[in-house]
């Protein structure tokens, strides 16, 4: 049977009969087009012709380094591509590897990984683990992003990657985290029942979008008063000084007139208000470090999004200074109708459609306007 790529006939040896490809290649010594023949393997391993051609197409998914197991993989994926990233995602990415891929696949050759057994193993780790959707999303985000590494270099065929093709739709729990949208005004009130420190900070995140990480890493020689404007030369994540998430997260930040006041305030009153001091340095811990994020979010934020209603006393989900990164873009994009672009900008998002459809979320008064006006012309 001719496939377009070649035809097979059966060829007869000592050991059995035997599959034979034979194709055109083109010679090198004068262009001309000959006919080659290469043994695929016996018949009685192949039995049918179909699975002829599967292995045809397994052997011409090779790379440069020839045949390779997922371990193999993996370690020149740790090598040369894992240690330019940020160490909060190394951590996250070795985590997913010796915790689940590795212990699966390891020692499975990259092109016999099948997407279908590749959805049934994400299934059962996420029923095993009670996985959430997003945290079986992230194994799969790994473990595919292995197999491009592997295609951008060479390693193996650059349109092999059946973890990509998986499709893990509904599979792990549904989330419980809450989408929290803090409006100015209630932001406004829990920044000012707070001390100057913990005010300036709630301000500086809900005036700017700036992540966690950003903010406590934030050191005074780092801010432009003048020019109303900070520099992100570091973050602090883990207890550790990093050095951003991405090119676009590590853009100056644009201070408002208001913000930069309420920082040049806490500066006049801070005990370390030198360039190398941190803007919010932990007073029990002399200066040294910054606060600690997590007890700031417990002791002050929370209890006060439960006590404006924004979540329930029992809600267990993510409520944290986050929440004001994504309230700063729905409130600019959908209230200030501020366009796509120059939110992603404010946010420093690596694309706008990120901005739109991750951090801006509709909101029930806009929603029921826009009926309104729809209505206003159905109902003559």
């Not at 160490?87 to 891929?101: G, M, N, V």
């Not at 959908?334 to 672009?341: F, G, H």
Request: net charge positive; aromatic share 8%; glycine share 8%.
């Amino acid at each position: 049977m001719n496939r377009g790529n070649g035809w097979l006939t059966i060829g007869h040896r000592r050991k059995g009969d035997v599959w034979l490809h034979h194709f055109y290649v083109t010679r090198d010594s004068d262009g001309k087009r000959v006919e080659t023949t290469r043994t695929i393997g016996l018949v009685s391993k192949f039995p049918k012709e179909f699975e002829v051609w599967q292995e045809i197409q397994r052997s011409q998914q090779v790379g440069t380094m020839g045949r390779l197991t997922v371990n193999t993989l993996a370690v020149a994926y740790r090598k040369t591509e894992l240690p330019f990233k940020s160490q909060s995602t190394q951590d996250l990415h070795q985590h997913e590897l010796d915790r689940y891929i590795l212990s699966r696949w390891g020692m499975t050759f990259v092109d016999e990984v099948r997407v279908l057994e590749v959805k049934k193993w994400l299934i059962a780790i996420a029923k095993e683990n009670d996985f959430s959707t997003e945290s079986v999303q992230k194994t799969k985000h790994v473990f595919s992003r292995l197999f491009s590494f592997g295609g951008e270099n060479e390693l193996i065929a650059a349109n092999l990657n059946p973890v990509k093709a998986c499709n893990i739709k509904g599979v792990g729990r549904k989330s419980k985290h809450k989408k929290i949208v803090v409006p100015p005004e209630i932001a406004w009130k829990i920044a000012m029942s707070l001390s100057i420190r913990h005010r300036t900070l709630v301000l500086l995140a809900a005036g700017t979008g700036m992540r966690m990480s950003e903010l406590l890493g934030l050191r005074w020689g780092d801010i432009d008063f003048a020019n109303k404007k900070i520099t992100l030369n570091q973050t602090w994540v883990y207890g550790r000084i990093e050095n951003g998430k991405t090119e676009e997260s590590r853009e100056p930040v644009v201070l408002g007139e208001r913000t930069t006041e309420f920082l040049q305030e806490w500066h006049c009153q801070t005990p370390y208000a030198g360039k190398s001091d941190w803007v919010f340095a932990s007073n029990k811990l002399r200066g040294k470090r910054p606060i600690s994020g997590c007890q700031f979010v417990k002791d002050y934020i929370r209890p006060r999004f439960v006590e404006h209603g924004l979540i329930d006393a029992d809600y267990t989900g993510r409520a944290g200074l986050h929440a004001f990164r994504h309230s700063l873009a729905t409130v600019l994009i959908v209230e200030e109708k501020v366009d796509p672009k120059t939110a992603q900008g404010i946010l420093r998002h690596t694309d706008a459609g990120l901005t739109m459809n991750i951090y801006t979320h509709a909101q029930d008064p806009a929603k029921r306007a826009a009926l309104e006006r729809f209505e206003s012309r159905l109902v003559q």
